[in-house]
């Protein structure tokens, strides 16, 4: 049963936009057909755009059809389509927030929903804090008899500086407490099942250190490249798009230790203490641990530059410096453009001593577990079996394969779904708290400050590919290689 403390209406601030028709819309009509949705909701659109009310709600209707997991229930719709709203303004000037103010308090009367909003910023980021000033002027926060609450898309901010800036912003508004910085892989059902598979599992915590783990790879691979967003992607590159946050939070969950318990900010602290764990880069550690690619044809796309050093892919290997992890290395690669799209994670355990099995049968294939997060949900573990058969012994290896999304029933939620229903009752776990933040950047500015001066040998890898060979080398050199499972 939904409580009635999670009744609100939901501003979202870009609603013509890709991620609003793609997500978060679907998104909404999926809580509604699961009757998780409260029933005193309101959404109200804010975009840019000249449409009608009637105009916009087709629209929705089209993106929902597109991109729901479910098939369209006409009463369904029709319940959410009457609570969806377009007003068009832009986001610089005080007239339109006058107006919501007033179109608020109206929706509020209608709807019961006693003043709670979520306003969603799924607009360009030089527009977070111009949208959060304006609705604290016009009165729309106050967070005292009601809850307020806002929602916003990465990137936060484009290097540390930067971040500490709109943080004061934000948080001098709407607190840390009502804050949530979204990561949607912190939304998927395999990230959020790797704290089960730890922590719930007496043959895995055991084992889930320096002693028996060999190395730790961490990756997310696109086969598209940049797409439509040349603009955006000049400004960040696979560094600050993927590393800083999503990468670095598929590592935190991997690494952390135990929680003292499961509620949010327990979580979080171990998280942080990861994060502050990690060996910050020398520039000749950069040099050394740090690999940057770019495929060929990028510099043609779109709103980039045709001399661009913008990196479409990165490749690292990091140390977790602390007691569990010692010389332990993470090894963390992601990119556009590349064979196959996935995103997983492979933990590779050291080899038995060099006796019996191992002395007699030269190459045997390590044990791995691999997580793997999409497209494919699932967990896979690689073992050492002998081949039926009385003639000599032969050994290979063989796998136990859990894939909870395969099944044509299995109709695994979507991350906004989960994301979505967590801002509004208040749960904060699956959103980045701030020092979280703050340790992201500062272990990403050192490599970029460390790239600053020097012009990479661009484009260094071609589409379909795993990468420069460099990423590769990576590994040859400490006697490893990646994993593509």
Same mark, same amino acid.
């Given at each position: ?11 979202i ?16 009509y ?9 029933e ?53 000037y ?5 107006e ?5 308090k ?19 980021p ?19 008899t ?8 990465k ?34 059902e ?6 089960i598979?730890r922590?719930a ?65 327990s ?11 990690l ?34 892919f ?54 791995l ?31 136990? @394969? #859990?894939?909870q ?8 939620? =979507? /991350?906004? $779904?989960? *994301? !979505?229903? &967590? ?6 776990t ?15 500015d ?10 990479? @040998? #661009? ?7 795993w990468?420069?060979? =460099? /990423?590769? $080398?990576? *590994? !040859?050199? &400490? ?7």
């Amino acid at each position: 049963m939904v409580k009635n403390n999670i009744s609100n209406i939901m501003v979202i601030f870009g609603g013509t936009g890709d991620l609003t028709h793609r997500k978060l819309m679907p998104a909404l009509y999926n809580l509604k057909y699961q009757k998780i949705l409260p029933e005193n909701f309101a959404v109200v659109s804010i975009g840019r755009r000249d449409k009608t009310e009637e105009q916009y709600r087709k629209e929705v209707l089209e993106s929902v059809k597109n991109y729901s997991r479910f098939d369209i229930d006409e009463k369904v719709w029709q319940d959410l389509s009457e609570r969806i709203y377009y007003k068009r303004f832009d986001f610089v000037y005080d007239n339109g927030y006058m107006e919501l103010s007033s179109f608020l308090k109206e929706l509020d009367e209608k709807y019961n929903t006693k003043g709670n909003r979520v306003y969603y910023l799924a607009v360009a980021p030089e527009y977070f804090g111009i949208i959060v000033e304006k609705l604290y002027r016009h009165g729309m926060v106050n967070n005292e008899t009601s809850w307020q609450r806002v929602v916003i898309e990465k990137p936060f901010g484009e290097d540390l500086e930067s971040a500490r800036k709109l943080n004061k912003i934000i948080t001098d508004v709407f607190t840390e407490r009502n804050t949530y910085r979204i990561d949607h892989y912190l939304g998927k059902e395999m990230l959020q099942n790797i704290m089960i598979i730890r922590f719930a599992n007496v043959f895995f915590e055991p084992v889930w250190n320096r002693r028996y783990i060999d190395n730790v790879q961490i990756s997310s691979n696109e086969i598209v490249g940049i797409e439509n967003r040349g603009g955006y992607y000049e400004k960040a590159g696979a560094l600050r798009d993927m590393v800083q946050n999503h990468m670095l939070q598929l590592l935190t969950l991997t690494a952390m230790e135990p929680p003292v318990n499961l509620d949010t900010e327990s979580i979080r602290d171990e998280k942080v203490k990861v994060l502050k764990s990690l060996e910050i880069f020398t520039p000749e550690a950069v040099e050394k641990n740090v690999v940057r690619g770019q495929y060929a044809g990028y510099r043609q796309e779109d709103k980039v530059s045709p001399t661009s050093n913008t990196e479409t892919f990165v490749a690292l290997k990091v140390h977790v410096e602390n007691f569990r992890w010692a010389g332990v290395p993470f090894y963390i690669r992601t990119g556009k453009r590349m064979p196959e799209k996935s995103t997983q994670i492979v933990i590779q355990f050291k080899p038995l001593p060099g006796i019996l099995y191992f002395k007699e049968y030269k190459n045997l294939l390590p044990n791995l577990l691999v997580i793997k997060i999409q497209p494919e949900e699932g967990v896979k573990l690689q073992f050492n079996a002998k081949v039926p058969g009385a003639g000599d012994i032969t050994i290979q290896p063989v796998d136990m @394969d #859990f894939c909870q999304n395969c099944q044509i029933s299995n109709n695994s939620p =979507e /991350a906004y $779904e989960r *994301l !979505l229903y &967590d801002v509004m009752r208040g749960d904060s776990t699956l959103f980045t708290r701030w020092d979280e933040v703050e340790y992201s950047w500062k272990f990403v500015d050192a490599i970029a400050e460390a790239w600053k001066d020097k012009t990479p @040998d #661009f484009p260094n890898y071609q589409p379909g590919t795993w990468g420069p060979k =460099e /990423a590769n $080398e990576l *590994l !040859l050199r &400490d006697n490893r290689m990646w994993w593509n499972v």
